[in-house]
């Protein structure tokens, strides 16, 4: 199976501020039809993960454009501008490329 | 709006197996791709399977064959996962998710969750 390790585990943060995550895959997360399938998800306390950003940089429908995603092949980083309170929780990366899916382990954005 | 309403929580016995629903509503569940998800508090989320609801064709993570068997009802726009043999390393939060549009991935809507106790 694909592994897919982020970094860091933990991000402190102050409202207002700016955060980067970075997701690397254990190979190329490039499909045979050309595509990226690496997604992005948050999840807040006691709730269901929610899409952010598909195939690398797409904002799902209502997420703000302080997300942003990119990256290529086996790295890639999520940025979020402008951290509200809201943002705060669990990030998730997925890749969908390989069978099976699979997500990387999680970075907890939490206040400084 | 795309609603996916999960059944309520289980306590099940060691040994036992429980079939946990997925019930949707908001878009065309026959053209659709359902995936099943396992998340222990605490951890991280691992993919089980998805099924198409148009011919009920499946695919398994290999660590979930013969523990997940999933199965739909057209009639009823209802996803189902039946695990079997339960033990208290199957303890978790057991997810439904659609795909985006009507592909497999990426999980676009999500069900709010069923947490399963196994506990004598």
């Known amino acids: ?112 | 709006q795309v609603k996916l309403q999960q059944s309520g929580a289980e306590l099940v016995k060691p040994g036992a197996s429980v079939k946990l629903s997925c019930k949707t509503s908001g878009y065309t569940f026959s053209t659709s791709y359902m995936s099943w998800f396992k998340q222990i508090p605490g951890q991280s989320i691992e993919w089980i399977g998805m099924i198409y609801a148009g011919d009920g064709g499946t695919g398994y993570n290999q660590k979930f064959k013969g523990k997940a068997t999933l199965t739909v009802d057209t009639s009823s726009s209802t996803a189902y996962m039946d695990l079997s043999s339960l033990t208290t390393e199957d303890s978790a939060v057991y997810f439904c998710a659609r795909g985006l549009d009507y592909s497999a991935f990426p999980f676009a809507y999500w069900g709010q969750g069923t947490l399963v106790t196994v506990s004598s």
């Not at chain 1, 895959?25 to 899409?51: E, F, I």
């Not at chain 1, 309170?85 to 206040?111: I, M, R, V, W």
């Open chain 1, 1 to 112: 199976d694909v592994v897919m390790t982020q970094t860091p585990v933990s991000l402190p943060v102050s409202l207002g501020g700016q955060a980067s995550i970075s997701c690397r895959s254990s190979q190329s997360l490039v499909h045979s039809n050309g595509n990226t399938y690496l997604h992005w998800y948050l999840q807040k306390p006691g709730q269901s993960p929610q899409l952010l950003i598909y195939r690398v940089s797409n904002r799902f429908s209502g997420v703000p454009d302080r997300f942003s995603g990119s990256g290529s092949g086996t790295d890639f980083t999520l940025k979020i501008s402008r951290v509200e309170p809201e943002d705060l929780g669990d990030y998730y990366c997925l890749q969908s490329t390989h069978f099976p899916n699979t997500f990387g382990a999680g970075t907890k954005l939490e206040l400084k």
